[in-house]
């Protein structure tokens, strides 16, 4: 039966979906077994009892001393617990079903975004059929031993979603995918999985490496004929195997059909003593119908692309829009990131937003974290809105009250960039929380001492002043005014000219009049840190007490 007939009865089929091929970069897996095989040898090697027995007595305490196999354990959510210690190197079980299923979950360039661990062992779970997966603690171990390997590489962001690479799957100069193999989706089925790991690791080495070669030849011994290294040690070292019957063991598993295919995993299978008395080299095949020469000429169709969750799909398909709007539709693949920062955004503030991006992009290239960007444009965006509502609610000269003028624009931007994540909805329902609770402790009638209470730069301020306190103006509007006028002079002169006085005197005509009652807390008084108070009270429907208190 060809593999593309062969039906995996997974979660998947029940669904009717299809489990296809699995196409594995040459590349990848040869480092997976050079990174992990090599040194395993070395540590046995270097523990031996006949390594060991040879050496010096001196050199051989020191050897016991300092010797230490090479571990690795996950981090403990129990500071107290003492973390499980894995082995660092060798090929195992879980580590062949997680590479193997990392290359159907990537896309064409190797990468799989914004996912979690979890999500990865999850869409595991729909491919392998019943009792044929490993644990989701082997599934944690495999994936930290292929990263401490550099057989893949992650990033975590702020969110705690990983960005996962398969390492060597890109060519460095031509920036396009290496070599890749095709295997058959019986690396999904149960009988697949009761093999032992020798031999799953012969199978899918002679899958990736034959390609369109009739058959392979492999050494058993360290060394070829003519002297050279045997390809991975030979096939004793490779296998893990000390003796011929063991390696006999191995082939027979292979050789012998699975109840779910009704043909062997390899066609031909021999033994052959080369120059030799004993066997010492192995020609193998695999067999036919697991072979197939198409795979490659459309490697989409055998990726099946771990796309992250769809959240927001009405936020999500404006983004989309509005990114092909403005030519940059190759950012869509960054929509989780898009979503994470945009999604309590309005429609407006979010055009703004990808403006902004583009403007930033077209002048410094595409940046390399893009949530914090975003953050940042989101931030600027939505500023001025934040200033709308609190002067519409009556706290906005309150922002400035226990400032400096000369720091007055500092704090505004502060405040500003302090409720700029919030929505209008929100920050709207504080401000007039806020107002109430002011205007309740604080309103009190107008006095003339109240327009004298900052510092006078010019002597022509104080008859303004004077000017402004007999005409009834509203405090904030005047000393706006009064701050456009120093601007404009920049501390040129000790005095302000006679056609800037006139002018100033006829604004101050026309500002709006004051109320006979108006909103005026101590000096010392901080609007944020009792806005920040304020709102954590409103939080908490337990609290009776009346809101005047926290003044």
């Given at each position: 039966?060809p593999?593309?007939q062969?039906?995996?009865?997974?979660?998947?089929?029940?669904?009717?979906?299809?489990?296809?091929?699995?196409?594995?970069?040459?590349?990848?897996?040869?480092?997976?077994?050079?990174?992990?095989?090599?040194?395993?040898?070395?540590?046995?090697?270097?523990s031996?009892?006949?390594?060991?027995?040879?050496?010096?007595?001196?050199?051989?305490?020191?050897?016991?001393?300092?010797?230490?196999?090479?571990?690795?354990?996950?981090?403990s959510?129990?500071?107290?617990?003492?973390?499980?210690?894995?082995?660092?190197?060798?090929?195992?079980n879980?580590?062949?079903?997680?590479?193997?299923?990392?290359?159907?979950?990537c896309?064409?360039?190797g990468?799989?975004?914004?996912?979690?661990?979890?999500?990865?062992?999850?869409?595991?779970?729909t491919?392998?059929?019943?009792?044929?997966?490993?644990?989701?603690?082997?599934?944690y171990?495999a994936?930290e031993?292929?990263?401490l390997?550099?057989?893949?590489?992650?990033?975590?962001?702020?969110?705690?979603?990983?960005?996962?690479?398969?390492?060597?799957?890109?060519?460095?100069?031509?920036?396009?995918?290496?070599?890749?193999?095709?295997?058959?989706?019986?690396?999904?089925?149960?009988d697949?999985?009761?093999?032992?790991?020798?031999?799953k690791k012969l199978?899918?080495?002679?899958?990736?490496?034959?390609?369109?070669?009739p058959?392979?030849?492999?050494?058993?011994?360290?060394?070829?004929?003519q002297g050279?290294?045997?390809?991975?040690?030979?096939?004793?070292?490779?296998?893990?195997?000390?003796?011929?019957?063991?390696?006999?063991?191995?082939?027979k598993?292979?050789?012998t059909p699975?109840?779910?295919?009704?043909?062997?995993?390899?066609?031909?299978?021999?033994?052959?003593?080369?120059?030799s008395?004993?066997?010492?080299?192995?020609?193998?095949?695999?067999?036919?119908?697991?072979?197939?020469?198409?795979?490659?000429?459309n490697?989409?169709t055998y990726?099946?692309?771990?796309?992250?969750?769809?959240?927001?799909k009405?936020k999500?398909?404006?983004?989309?829009?509005?990114?092909?709007?403005?030519?940059?539709?190759?950012?869509?693949i960054?929509?989780?990131?898009?979503?994470?920062?945009?999604?309590h955004?309005?429609?407006?503030?979010?055009?703004?937003v990808l403006?902004?991006?583009?403007?930033?992009?077209?002048?410094?290239?595409?940046?390399?974290?893009?949530?914090?960007?975003?953050?940042?444009?989101?931030?600027?965006?939505?500023?001025?809105?934040?200033?709308?509502?609190?002067?519409?609610?009556?706290?906005?000269s309150?922002?400035?009250?226990?400032?400096k003028?000369?720091?007055?624009e500092?704090a505004?931007?502060?405040?500003?960039?302090?409720?700029?994540?919030?929505?209008?909805?929100?920050?709207?329902?504080?401000?007039i929380?806020?107002?109430e609770?002011?205007q309740?402790?604080?309103?009190?009638?107008?006095?003339?001492?109240?327009?004298y209470?900052?510092d006078?730069?010019?002597?022509?301020e104080?008859?303004?002043?004077?000017?402004?306190?007999?005409?009834?103006?509203?405090l904030h509007?005047?000393?706006?005014?009064?701050?456009?006028?120093?601007?404009?002079?920049?501390?040129?002169?000790?005095?302000?000219?006679?056609?800037?006085?006139?002018?100033?005197?006829k604004?101050?005509?026309?500002?709006?009049?004051?109320?006979?009652?108006?909103?005026?807390?101590?000096?010392?008084?901080?609007?944020?840190?009792?806005?920040?108070?304020?709102?954590?009270t409103?939080?908490?429907?337990?609290?009776?007490?009346e809101?005047?208190?926290?003044v």
């Amino acid at each position: 039966m060809p593999h593309s007939q062969l039906l995996v009865k997974n979660k998947r089929s029940l669904k009717g979906l299809e489990t296809n091929a699995v196409l594995v970069s040459r590349e990848s897996w040869v480092h997976l077994l050079e990174s992990m095989e090599e040194n395993y040898y070395k540590a046995k090697r270097l523990s031996s009892p006949a390594y060991i027995k040879h050496l010096p007595y001196e050199e051989r305490q020191i050897h016991k001393s300092m010797f230490r196999v090479d571990a690795f354990s996950l981090p403990s959510k129990f500071e107290t617990a003492q973390p499980k210690s894995y082995l660092l190197h060798g090929v195992t079980n879980a580590v062949i079903d997680v590479f193997i299923m990392l290359h159907k979950l990537c896309n064409t360039n190797g990468i799989i975004r914004d996912v979690t661990i979890h999500q990865l062992y999850e869409e595991y779970l729909t491919y392998k059929e019943w009792d044929a997966s490993i644990s989701h603690m082997q599934f944690y171990v495999a994936m930290e031993k292929l990263r401490l390997h550099q057989v893949i590489s992650s990033t975590k962001n702020m969110y705690g979603r990983y960005t996962i690479k398969i390492c060597h799957f890109m060519n460095q100069e031509t920036k396009k995918p290496n070599y890749y193999a095709s295997i058959p989706p019986v690396v999904f089925t149960y009988d697949f999985f009761k093999l032992s790991v020798a031999a799953k690791k012969l199978f899918l080495d002679i899958c990736i490496q034959q390609g369109t070669r009739p058959e392979l030849a492999r050494m058993l011994p360290e060394e070829t004929l003519q002297g050279q290294k045997a390809y991975m040690g030979g096939l004793f070292q490779f296998l893990h195997k000390k003796h011929l019957h063991q390696i006999q063991g191995v082939l027979k598993e292979l050789t012998t059909p699975l109840p779910s295919l009704n043909i062997p995993l390899f066609e031909k299978c021999m033994l052959v003593k080369e120059y030799s008395r004993k066997f010492n080299k192995l020609i193998v095949s695999v067999n036919k119908q697991l072979r197939s020469a198409n795979e490659s000429s459309n490697a989409e169709t055998y990726r099946n692309w771990l796309r992250p969750k769809a959240i927001y799909k009405r936020k999500a398909a404006f983004i989309e829009k509005s990114l092909q709007e403005l030519h940059l539709g190759d950012l869509a693949i960054h929509m989780n990131q898009f979503i994470n920062v945009l999604k309590h955004t309005c429609h407006m503030q979010t055009r703004e937003v990808l403006r902004r991006l583009r403007m930033l992009i077209a002048g410094n290239g595409q940046p390399d974290n893009l949530e914090v960007v975003l953050h940042k444009l989101v931030r600027k965006a939505f500023h001025h809105r934040v200033l709308d509502v609190a002067a519409k609610t009556g706290i906005y000269s309150l922002i400035t009250h226990n400032v400096k003028a000369s720091m007055a624009e500092e704090a505004l931007f502060q405040f500003g960039n302090r409720y700029s994540m919030h929505s209008v909805r929100s920050i709207k329902k504080l401000f007039i929380a806020a107002q109430e609770v002011l205007q309740q402790k604080y309103m009190v009638p107008l006095q003339e001492e109240m327009y004298y209470e900052r510092d006078i730069r010019y002597p022509e301020e104080a008859l303004f002043r004077d000017y402004a306190c007999k005409h009834g103006a509203e405090l904030h509007s005047y000393f706006q005014l009064e701050a456009e006028l120093r601007k404009k002079l920049n501390y040129k002169g000790n005095a302000v000219p006679s056609h800037l006085r006139e002018e100033m005197l006829k604004k101050i005509e026309h500002l709006p009049q004051a109320p006979m009652r108006v909103l005026y807390p101590p000096r010392d008084f901080d609007l944020t840190a009792f806005l920040a108070e304020l709102e954590q009270t409103l939080r908490n429907p337990r609290v009776q007490r009346e809101l005047e208190v926290l003044v």
